[in-house]
């Protein structure tokens, strides 16, 4: 169903299972991450109202996710760490059109926030399937669930709202460059590292 080009390896959630905590804060910063280019993205588009009252349930999911994973960490006795860097996000958004029309620049707005949660949901299944730890594992299936739900939502926001932009074919060359760059991940304890 999500078109990525690449599936992780496994044994990357040996990685994370060596260091939980890690892995706990980076995922709580890229839910806070994610609310934030929603509301960004609200911010500069506010003329469509479907657009609008959706994308804020989705920001609402994110903040309650970001607090969801927070309490994880204390009910662990961990500490949710200073905010990382996400280098994979960094380098999507190098990728993101920044000319041409206001439009154009809106769809790939779109289009890059499905993609993290396009990969975002397969790093989500990927550790439901084979984290040991039980509690995680049913957390991050559930949490699978939603973003899909948020990547197919992003989809059809861009589909609707393109005025010239090909959007399956300009998807398309998201998925290949998202191909190419997840080949330098899979190899930290991180959600998309």
């Known amino acids: 169903?999500?078109?990525?080009?690449?599936?992780?390896?496994?044994?990357?959630?040996?990685?994370?299972?060596?260091?939980?905590?890690?892995?706990?804060?980076?995922?709580?910063?890229?839910?806070?991450?994610?609310?934030?280019?929603?509301?960004?993205?609200?911010?500069?588009?506010?003329?469509?109202?479907?657009l609008v009252t959706d994308l804020l349930e989705i920001a609402k999911e994110e903040i309650e996710h970001f607090q969801m994973v927070h309490n994880i960490i204390k009910e662990r006795g961990l500490k949710l760490g200073r905010e990382r860097k996400d280098h994979y996000v960094n380098e999507l958004f190098k990728f993101m059109k920044k000319d041409g029309s206001r439009n154009d620049a809106f769809v790939d707005r779109l289009l890059f926030s499905a993609m993290i949660e396009a990969r975002s949901c397969e790093r989500f299944k990927v550790l439901s399937q084979n984290i040991e730890d039980k509690k995680l594992a049913d957390f991050y299936r559930e949490l699978m669930i939603s973003e899909a739900g948020h990547y197919t939502?992003?989809?059809?926001?861009?589909?609707?709202?393109?005025?010239?932009?090909?959007?399956?074919?300009?998807?398309?060359?998201?998925?290949?460059?998202?191909?190419e760059l997840i080949t330098n991940y899979g190899k930290s304890e991180t959600v998309h590292g």
């Open 1 to 50: 169903m999500l078109g990525l080009k690449l599936k992780t390896d496994p044994r990357w959630v040996t990685i994370v299972e060596s260091n939980i905590e890690e892995i706990l804060t980076d995922h709580a910063w890229c839910e806070q991450k994610a609310a934030t280019n929603i509301i960004t993205i609200i911010t500069y588009n506010s003329e469509h109202e479907d």
């Open 153 to 179: 939502t992003f989809l059809r926001f861009a589909r609707k709202y393109t005025e010239k932009v090909d959007v399956d074919k300009r998807w398309a060359e998201w998925l290949e460059f998202e191909g």
